[in-house]
T-cell receptor
Framework: GQQVMQIPQYQHVQEGEDFTTYCNSSTTLSNIQWYKQRPGGHPVFLIQLVKSGEVKKQKRLTFQFGEAKKNSSLHITATQTTDVGTYFCAGSEDNTDKLIFGTGTRLQVFP | DAGITQSPRHKVTETGTPVTLRCHQTENHRYMYWYRQDPGHGLRLIHYSYGVKDTDKGEVSDGYSVSRSKTEDFLLTLESATSSQTSVYFC??????????FGDGTRLSIL
């Protein structure tokens, strides 16, 4: 079945450093979504990418969808302590109502 | 988030007992989902519903059943709980073409 892997599993950075998490699917995706989960909280939707090669920005966050629609990345510029949490990608294949979540990348930011 | 209430929020029970978790939404969303979250596995889909009395299996459905007799309620039942089902359970809802909104989760411990 469809699998979605994320790397790295953990990342510790100093405040102000950049951070990137990568997401790879075993199958072609119709779209990819990114969620953030704060410690002790629930996942919260960040963004959805639909088009091949699409790039979207939200302030210091940059999201990319690969040309083959099988991979994606999230890059945070100049991390802040408020960026702490686990970032999940989630993809769906055509004609399905299901999202398959990646394993997540836990980000810790030291002040 | 999106008027989703999960109950109970915490439960401790013994192996072999039946357990039912409830997800209640006030947004009239068509789709509802049950996930479990375990360290190193991210969010894994158990079952989902695409309408009243319309449900389908996810990737880890063994040992779980669901029911949706009303739009607003989606019940997850563990017929005979096992220790491997100790986890945090999240309910999510969405409307067509929209991202998923998550409840606050239920922490279930099976001793």
């Amino acid at each position: 079945g469809q699998q979605v892997m994320q790397i790295p599993q953990y990342q510790h950075v100093q405040e102000g450093e950049d951070f990137t998490t990568y997401c790879n699917s075993s199958t072609t995706l119709s779209n990819i979504q990114w969620y953030k989960q704060r410690p002790g909280g629930h996942p919260v939707f960040l963004i959805q990418l639909v088009k091949s090669g699409e790039v979207k920005k939200q302030k210091r966050l940059t999201f990319q969808f690969g040309e083959a629609k099988k991979n994606s990345s999230l890059h945070i510029t100049a991390t802040q302590t408020t960026d702490v949490g686990t970032y999940f990608c989630a993809g769906s294949e055509d004609n399905t109502d299901k999202l398959i979540f990646g394993t997540g990348t836990r980000l810790q930011v030291f002040p | 988030d999106a008027g989703i209430t999960q109950s109970p929020r915490h439960k401790v029970t013994e192996t072999g007992t039946p357990v039912t978790l409830r997800c209640h939404q006030t947004e009239n969303h068509r789709y509802m989902y049950w996930y479990r979250q375990d360290p190193g596995h991210g969010l894994r889909l158990i079952h989902y519903s695409y309408g009243v009395k319309d449900t389908d299996k996810g990737e880890v459905s063994d040992g779980y059943s669901v029911s949706r007799s009303k739009t607003e309620d989606f019940l997850l039942t563990l017929e005979s709980a096992t220790s491997s089902q100790t986890s945090v359970y999240f309910c999510a809802t969405r409307e067509g073409g929209q991202p998923q909104h998550f409840g606050d989760g239920t922490r279930l411990s099976i001793l």
